[in-house]
């Protein structure tokens, strides 16, 4: 069970926009900043948005991301078959004193 | 940005402890304020932080995990460890080690390739 709460798969047509919630507690999302990662299949997991809202350099911005209290969003416009990846929220926890992930969202294109 | 790689053995046998290394290269692992961490991934499942080190040597690890992890790290060679005792089947993971900044409003930036690690007898 992790911390961080996502929704196991989200699917939707090419061209189409996507959104993968992640939900928290006052202790990580309330408090601090969220992280998302993109998990292409067999590969490390890469950072996609940081500070709730903030992209990498190279990252596309067909994704963007938000937060409001203890819920966080990423959103995907445009979606593309190199978009399907597993999806991950990340957040540090003050109460366990360290990182806490979601379980992680399987983005299928159609 | 630095390149991480991951190294130790493939295997290892229940009850004895996972060792593995993480080289930095382009990059000094101690001329920043970054943190160097592992984080696993079990088959079919998500990320969990093992935990962190500075290159001073203080060190955070994941509550679930502190009493069989110990992490270190040698400037010398660039490099930082992880153990894990006591293994479990329930061990058998993909490692990754990561950088990333200090507090909570940061990120893990630059993650190695990983490397997996079996527990079977």
């Known amino acids: 069970q992790s911390v961080l709460t996502q929704p196991p798969s989200v699917s939707e047509a090419p061209r189409q926009r996507v959104t993968i919630s992640c939900s928290g507690s006052?202790?990580?999302?309330?408090?601090?900043?969220v992280n998302w990662y993109q998990q292409l299949p067999g590969k490390a997991p890469k950072l996609l948005i940081y500070?709730?809202?903030l992209l990498p350099s190279g990252v596309s911005d067909r994704f963007s991301g938000s937060k409001s209290g203890t819920s966080a969003s990423l959103a995907i416009s445009g979606l593309q078959s190199e978009d399907e990846a597993d999806y991950y929220c990340a957040a540090w926890d003050d109460s366990l004193n360290g990182w806490v992930f979601g379980g992680g969202t399987k983005l299928t294109v159609l | 940005q630095p390149q991480l790689q991951e190294s130790g053995p493939g295997l290892v046998k229940p009850s004895e402890t996972l060792s593995l290394t993480c080289s930095v290269s382009g990059g000094s692992i101690s001329s920043s304020s970054y943190y160097w961490g592992w984080i696993r991934q079990p088959p079919g499942k998500g990320l969990e932080w093992i935990g962190s080190?500075?290159?001073?040597?203080?060190?955070d690890y994941n509550p679930s995990l502190k009493s069989r992890v110990s992490m270190s790290v040698d400037t010398s060679k660039n490099q930082f460890s992880l153990k894990l005792s006591s293994v479990t089947a329930a061990d058998t993971a993909v490692y990754y080690c990561?950088?990333?900044?200090?507090?909570?409003?940061?990120?893990?930036?630059?993650w190695g390739q990983g490397t997996q690690v079996i527990v079977s007898s």
């Open positions: 006052s202790s990580n999302i309330g408090n601090n900043a």
């Open positions: 500070y709730n809202d």
């Open positions: 990561a950088r990333h900044g200090g507090g909570a409003t940061t990120e893990f930036d630059n």
């Open positions: 080190i500075f290159h001073r040597g203080s060190t």
